[in-house]
């Protein structure tokens, strides 16, 4: 029994799905197998629910009705479960017919893990056991800033752009570059730069002829402290940025009145500029509310619940629109385990304070369930999909 248990996890067929089961649900199965002789993999749907499905509805149907294109963009605090329940509802679009794509911009990245699958390439991965197409990407924050980087440096270098503009005796224009502290903006980007520009690099691969038939976009993003700096960077662009290339303009206007020909282009403006434009677009598909939704997770504790509360405070400011909570991790009702029973009530306490919460008690409250598995691989999600996305 031993040699025919270490046969099957030794092959690949086998051996995601054993992973992503959890450790009690194998130990039973395995000693299931010793006494009965045979060896029986228990069904995902058989795995034992630790978690009530009795409330919160999360308005699935809404969701998947319609072809045109949709982005939902799933955020929270950290360690609440974004990333399982951003690829959930990836798998869930995909076998509703949805060709989907689903994106970390997260830079702990853990979507990887979730498909149990290598996203980390910076390429769209297809994603196996679904009905529909569905592709997979963690961006690399520090690959997608590179970008950016040379571009400031080439059109801010202390011995390029400025140096020029002083021998042209412009050097009042040069000052003003060096008060937007260029070299403050190319060692240190504002927080949040990385990953409005992994966003852009999807809209990128969106107007890609090879990558336009996504209907479905789904987005695992950092935690709530980084997503509320990435809300002020089109701020940002529009001022550092877009100053700097007026500064830019004004002083090629100058270069060519004076030597009689423009001045040389390969000093990265070019870049920026299509950077500031996607950037703009980017802060206009956030604030479409029929295309783009943002929706929040958290857990039934009061320190991750007041955090949601000033999340979505600050999404409603800068009009983007958030319909659903998800509260992830709910226990039952119980009365064998007194300590699960303590904590249910404890959550029990927490989700009461959504309903009286004056920004979250509007919104579509989803409960997620706490189940006895690791959600790990496509039947794994397509099981927390089933519980989480009615």
């Known amino acids: 029994m031993a040699a025919l248990l270490g046969h099957i996890l030794k092959t690949q ?18 000693f299931s197998s010793l006494h009965q002789a045979t060896f029986k993999i228990t069904p995902l749907s058989q795995v034992r629910l630790l978690g009530s499905c009795t409330e919160g509805v999360c308005g699935f149907d809404e969701m998947v009705a319609g072809k045109e294109r949709k982005y939902y963009m799933l955020g929270g605090k950290g360690g609440v479960g974004k990333t399982s329940c951003a690829a959930s509802l990836a798998v869930k679009f995909a076998n509703h017919g949805h060709p ?15 498909f149990a699958q290598d996203l980390t390439g910076g390429r769209l991965v297809p994603v196996e056991g679904v009905e529909s197409p569905l592709y997979a990407l963690e961006i690399n924050p520090e690959k997608s800033m590179e970008e950016f980087r040379e571009a400031s440096q080439r059109l801010g270098d202390g011995g390029g752009v400025k140096s020029v503009m002083q021998s042209m005796g412009l050097g009042m224009i040069a000052d003003q570059l060096g008060d937007l502290k260029l070299e403050e903006l190319m060692s240190t980007p504002p927080p949040g730069t990385d990953e409005i520009v992994a966003i852009s690099k999807v809209m990128q691969f969106l107007e890609s002829q090879e990558y336009n038939m996504f209907s479905r976009i789904v987005f695992d ?13 089109p701020d940002f662009m529009d001022g550092s940025v877009g100053k700097l290339l007026k500064l830019k303009k004004k002083m090629g206007s100058a270069f060519k009145s004076l030597i009689g020909r423009e001045e040389p282009q390969n000093d990265g403006s070019d870049k920026l500029e299509k950077l500031k434009e996607r950037v703009g677009k980017i802060r206009d598909l956030f604030q479409d509310s029929d295309t783009t939704e943002f929706i929040i997770v958290t857990i039934p504790t009061v320190m991750a619940i007041s955090e949601s509360s000033r999340l979505h405070a600050s999404l409603k400011k800068e009009k983007i629109a958030v319909k659903r909570l998800i509260v992830n991790q709910v226990l039952p009702p119980t009365s064998e385990c007194k300590f699960c029973s303590m904590r ?27 189940v006895d598995m690791e959600i790990r691989g496509v039947p794994a999600l397509k099981y927390m999909g089933d519980k989480l996305w009615r």
């Not at 989907?100 to 979730?114: E, I």
């Open 344 to 370: 249910r009530k404890d959550q029990m306490r927490a989700i009461e304070i959504i309903r009286n919460d004056s920004e979250l008690a509007g919104l579509r409250l989803c409960q997620a369930p706490l």
């Open 221 to 233: 993003t950092a935690p709530t402290g980084h997503t509320l700096r990435l809300l002020s960077l």
């Open 100 to 114: 989907t794509m689903v994106v970390s911009t997260d830079p702990a990245h853990s979507l990887s893990d979730s």
């Open 13 to 30: 067929k086998h051996s995601t799905f054993i992973r992503s089961i959890s450790r009690r649900t194998f130990d039973n199965i395995f």
